[in-house]
C-alpha cells in the first residue's frame, strides 16, 4: 500500500497569472503522478487553495484534476488550511467534499475528533489551521483520548509551525509544541510550513512535503520547484519534486554603483533565458541616483522570451535620504520619531499631516467578508477626506 502526501498547493496564490497557471500545473502533475504510482489515497494538508473564497475558473480546473483520481479509484483526504479555512465557515472544500471529489477528515463530535477509515483499513483524523497560529486553542481544548486508543495504521493530518522543528525564519514566532499533537499515530502528515523535512516520531515519522509550487520570490530561489512525498506502509518516503519551469537566479551587489551600470550587469549576465524563470535579486546602496533609474523597461524588453521576469528590490537602498537612528519605545513613538528625523529632506507642502494622514489610511485592514472593490473604495474615502480633497473628487 503506498499514498500520497501533499500540502499548501495555494493555488490561485500568485499575482501573476502564469505563475498561477504554473501552480494549477504542478497541482495536475503530482495528482498525474499518483495516478501512475498507483496509490492509495492522497492526502493533502490545508491550503488547498490560497483564499476561503477562489475565482470560479480556479475552481472548476481544480475539479477537474481531482476528478482524474477519484476515477482511478483514489480517495483524497484534506483539512482546511490558514488560507482556505474561514472564521464565517463560508470556504469551497464543503463544495468539492459535497460533489464527492474530497473528504475533510477534520470532524468533531462532543469536543473529540471523530477517526475516518479509508478502504484499506487506515484510520486518518485532522486539525484545520487557523490565521494566526489561532488553531492552538482547538488543540488544548479538545479530548485525543478516543483516537489515541484507537488501533490500527493511523494518520494524523496537520497544519500548523512546531516549536521544535521550525526553520530558522521563524525563529521568533511562537509556535505550537509536539507534546499537544496527539500521541500514538504512525504518521503525522503537516503543512502549513513550506520546508521539506521528515523525522522520526514517536512509533512513527513526522513530514513536512513543502510546497506544491513555490509561493513567493525567496521560495523559487530556495526550491526552484514543488515537491511532495510518496509513503509506504512501512513509512518508506519517497521525495517527489516537480520541475515545471527551469529558474534561473541573479544576485545583483548594487554597491558603489549607478542604475546604469546595475542595468548593463544584469543584460550582461542574463543569457538562455528563453521560457525560463528569471529571478533578479538587486541589493545594496546606490552610489547615486534612484531605484527607479534602474531601466527595467529595457531588461523586460531584452528578456521578453523568459517565461517571467521577477525582481526583488527589498534591500536596495539609495542615498537620498539620511540615516535615521532607531530608538528604543513603542511603536507609536518610534514612528513619530522617524517621521520628524525625515521632515524636510523632500520639498512637500503639508509634509507632516500628509505623512499622518497616509499612516492612519494605510494601516486600515480589510474586514472579514468585505469584498476588494468595497475595501479599496473605502480607503480612497478616508484618504480623500483626510486631506479634504472632495472637491477635486
Known amino acids: ?6 500540502a499548501d498547493c495555494h493555488i490561485g496564490g500568485w499575482r501573476e497569472q502564469n505563475l498561477r497557471d504554473l501552480g494549477l500545473k504542478s497541482f495536475e502533475k503530482a495528482i498525474d503522478i499518483c495516478i501512475t504510482n498507483h496509490t492509495a489515497f492522497i492526502l493533502i494538508s490545508g491550503d488547498l487553495f490560497n483564499t476561503a473564497l477562489p475565482q470560479i475558473e480556479l475552481i472548476k480546473e481544480t475539479a477537474r484534476i481531482l476528478r482524474k483520481a477519484k476515477e482511478h479509484n483514489i480517495d483524497i483526504y484534506i483539512i482546511p488550511g490558514s488560507h482556505d479555512f474561514s472564521n464565517s465557515g463560508k470556504t469551497m472544500l464543503d463544495v468539492l467534499e459535497n460533489s464527492g471529489l474530497v473528504e475533510n ?12 477509515e479509508d478502504k484499506t483499513g487506515v484510520k486518518l483524523a485532522g486539525m484545520l489551521g487557523r490565521k494566526g497560529s489561532l488553531e492552538k ?5 479538545l479530548d485525543f483520548k478516543d ?12 497544519h500548523t509551525a512546531l516549536e521544535e ?10 509556535c505550537m509544541n509536539t507534546n499537544e499533537l496527539p500521541k500514538t499515530f504512525n504518521y503525522y502528515a503537516g503543512g502549513h510550513i513550506h520546508y521539506r523535512f521528515e523525522t522520526n516520531f514517536g512509533k512513527g515519522k513526522l513530514v513536512f512535503p513543502g510546497a506544491l509550487f513555490p509561493n513567493n520570490f525567496k521560495e523559487l530561489e530556495e526550491f526552484r520547484n514543488g515537491s511532495f512525498y510518496l509513503v509506504d506502509d512501512n513509512l518508506n518516503t519517497e521525495l517527489v519534486e516537480i520541475p515545471i519551469k527551469e529558474v ?36 545594496g546602496t546606490l552610489k547615486s541616483g534612484k531605484v ?11 528578456l521578453k522570451d523568459s517565461y517571467i521576469v521577477l525582481r526583488n528590490t527589498n534591500k536596495l537602498e539609495t542615498k537620498s535620504f539620511e540615516e535615521v537612528e532607531i530608538k528604543k519605545g513603542n511603536v507609536e513613538d518610534i514612528e513619530e520619531n522617524i517621521v520628524k528625523e525625515h521632515l524636510g529632506q523632500i520639498e512637500i507642502e503639508n509634509e507632516k499631516h500628509l505623512i499622518d494622514v497616509l499612516m492612519k489610511v494605510l494601516n486600515e485592514e480589510k474586514e472579514e467578508g468585505e469584498k476588494v472593490y468595497d475595501f479599496e473604495a473605502r480607503i480612497f474615502k478616508n484618504f480623500i477626506e483626510g486631506l479634504k480633497l472632495k472637491e477635486m473628487f
Not at 477534520?106 to 475516518?116: D, G, M, Q, R, Y
Not at 486508543?149 to 496537520?158: C, H, L, P, R, S
Open 165 to 174: 522543528f521550525k526553520p530558522s525564519d521563524l525563529d521568533k514566532v511562537d
Open 248 to 283: 534561473l537566479s541573479y544576485h545583483i551587489n548594487a554597491n558603489d554603483k549607478i542604475p546604469n551600470q546595475i542595468t548593463d550587469e544584469i543584460l550582461n549576465k542574463v543569457n538562455d533565458f528563453n521560457d525560463k524563470i528569471v529571478l533578479l535579486r538587486i541589493e
Open 147 to 158: 483516537i489515541e486508543e484507537e488501533k490500527g495504521f493511523k494518520i494524523f493530518m496537520f
Open 292 to 302: 527607479s533609474d534602474i531601466d527595467f523597461n529595457l531588461i523586460n524588453e531584452k
Open 1 to 6: 500500500m503506498k499514498f500520497a502526501h501533499l
Open 105 to 116: 477528515v477534520f470532524k468533531v463530535k462532543e469536543n473529540k475528533l471523530i477517526i475516518t
Open 137 to 141: 486553542k482547538d488543540y488544548e481544548n
